[in-house]
């Protein structure tokens, strides 16, 4: 079969352009990424390797950010999307392309320059979140979703996405103990397990990008698993600088 035009952006080599690494974290909600991405900038900013990194590229930092949300623009996009006071019913289509807009700018001011000058990034949420949500969750056309990922990203991938993974119940119920909920945490149980669904399928279909880690633990043992794919894949990515 004859790649197509998405398949190729997909498929584009991305991080060998760049010297920086991309990590992501996704989840369904309450899965606990923004507290495992605090922990994980924590650990690696303390790891000797970091040191390492930056004798390499002295411009090199460990930077966390988020979808959506991740620049200006982004973070007023975050409060449309968001918004759980709104009279307005808003339109799946017109969801799906407000989170794309919120990438689209996040890559080209944020993520490429930032991977450029050979920073570690890891962010809380990217492409596949829209795979789970609005294909899975909400049930619109996943090749639309595929391209309009492509377009959004202009082909830059994630190097390693850990998916948190927790029971949807269990999730939901801690982000009830947290206080109220947004426009997404409030969809239905059904909702949220189809999302759930999504990321399997992801996992199933990505095996060496999407690291399953068992997020029902507690959060120091989920740091914990959290480290261990992250260092084995450092190493693999820079090998000269194993064992340091
Ligand atoms: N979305 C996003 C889409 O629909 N499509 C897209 O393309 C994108 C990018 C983002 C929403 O947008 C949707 C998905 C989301 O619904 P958000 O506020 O950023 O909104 O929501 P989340 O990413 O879900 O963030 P949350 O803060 O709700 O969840 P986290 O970050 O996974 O969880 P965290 O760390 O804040 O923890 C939640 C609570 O649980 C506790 C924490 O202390 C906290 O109180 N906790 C634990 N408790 C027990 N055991 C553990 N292991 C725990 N870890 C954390």
Redesign the pocket.
Known sequence: MIPSRVDSLLNTPERRRTPGTFIVLE?G???????QIKRLDCWLAAHPWFQILQAHYPHAEILTT???GGTPIGQAIRKV??DQNSDEVMQDRAELLL?AADRAQHVESYLRPALIQGSIVLC??YTD??VA??GYGRGLDLGLIEQLNAIATGGLQSDLTLWLDVDVEIGLQ??K??GSL?R??QASLDFHQRVRAGFQVLAHQYPKRIVRID?S???DQ?AQQVQTVVMEHLQQWYPSFSNP
């Open positions: 989840g909600e309450g899965s606990g990424k923004t507290t988020r979808e959506p999307l968001l989170y809380d949420r979140s829209t949500y609005q801690r982000t103990q947290r947004d997404l945490e997020a633990l507690e959060p989920v």
